[in-house]
Structures are given as C-alpha cells and as structure tokens.
C-alpha cells in the first residue's frame, strides 16, 4: 500500500487494515526473535539501543485506567517515541494483545508495552510494518499523535 492509498481510505477502513496488518507484524516479530514485551523491558530497550527500536504498542485496558504510575509511563514511552522518531500506536485490548505475542506456555502479566526491535545484523524488514509507519504518519498529520487501533478478533 503505497503513502497515496493510505490518504484516500477512509477512517474506518484506515483502522480496520492497520489493525489486521498490526497483527501480521506482531506475528512475523515474534516469529524472527524481535518483541519485547512489558514496560519495564521495553523501558531497558529503548535506553540501552533506542535505535534497535522501530515500532511501539501501548495496550491499555478498562482494569488499568485509572493506573497512575503506567499513565506516567505511558507518558514517559509517548515521549521517547516521539523524540527518537518511533512510530506508536495504542490497542485496547490488551488480552487480544497477549493473545497474539504469547503463546499457551507463557502468560504475560505486564504485556502494557510491546516493542518491535531490528535484529543487529537487519536481515528482517517487513512491508507490513512501512503500511503501519504510514498509518502512524498519516495520523499525526491529522493531529492524531497516538493512534488508536482494533485488533481483529479471534
């Protein structure tokens, strides 16, 4: 999907793809070793190699709203992201978030920030993830900093 095709689409069709091809990334990272998974994990990161970082997921759910200390770091991430130019969207669920990066043996209990890493020799790169870089471009250049996505059901 080219910069073009992104602008003429329509606001719910622009969510509905970038959700379905969100979670192709996701899959596609986990698969090639490249998700970070949890805020304080993901903080680590993005402080040790902020350049290895080329994508941002904050999962935020209706039992954590009123979590102050992950709305600051919520706040603290947005931030990061923006300042080292890191594309960053937000889901909703969080379950279906730890649906798709988890799998049966492993449960994550912090699964509020997961990040896309470049391996170090950056052998992986994937046209679905430049559609969500555009997606996130097209919606800060209609004031829309943080995205909100729906990731397809199950």
């Known amino acids: 999907m080219t910069f073009e095709e992104v602008l003429i689409q329509k606001p719910a069709e622009r969510a ?5 091809a969100l979670e192709e990334v ?18 680590k990161v993005m402080n040790l190699d902020p350049d290895s970082v080329s994508f ?19 706040t603290l991430i947005q931030s990061f992201c923006f300042d080292n130019d ?25 699964a509020h920030c997961v990040l896309i890493t470049n391996p ?14 555009l997606f996130c471009e097209e919606s800060r250049r209609l004031n829309d900093w943080v995205p909100e996505i729906s990731l397809p059901e199950r």
């Open 16 to 20: 509905q793809c970038a959700g379905t």
């Open 26 to 43: 996701l899959v596609t990272a986990k698969d090639n070793d490249s998700l970070t998974v949890g805020v304080y994990e993901c903080a």
């Open 56 to 74: 941002c997921v904050l999962a935020m759910d209706e039992e954590f709203e009123c979590d102050i200390a992950l709305q600051i770091h919520f």
């Open 86 to 110: 890191i594309s960053i969207v937000r889901v909703s669920d969080m379950q279906r978030l730890v649906e798709i990066v988890g799998d049966k043996a492993e449960q994550f209990e912090d």
């Open 120 to 133: 170090a020799d950056g052998s992986w790169e994937d046209p679905t993830l430049e559609k969500l870089h």
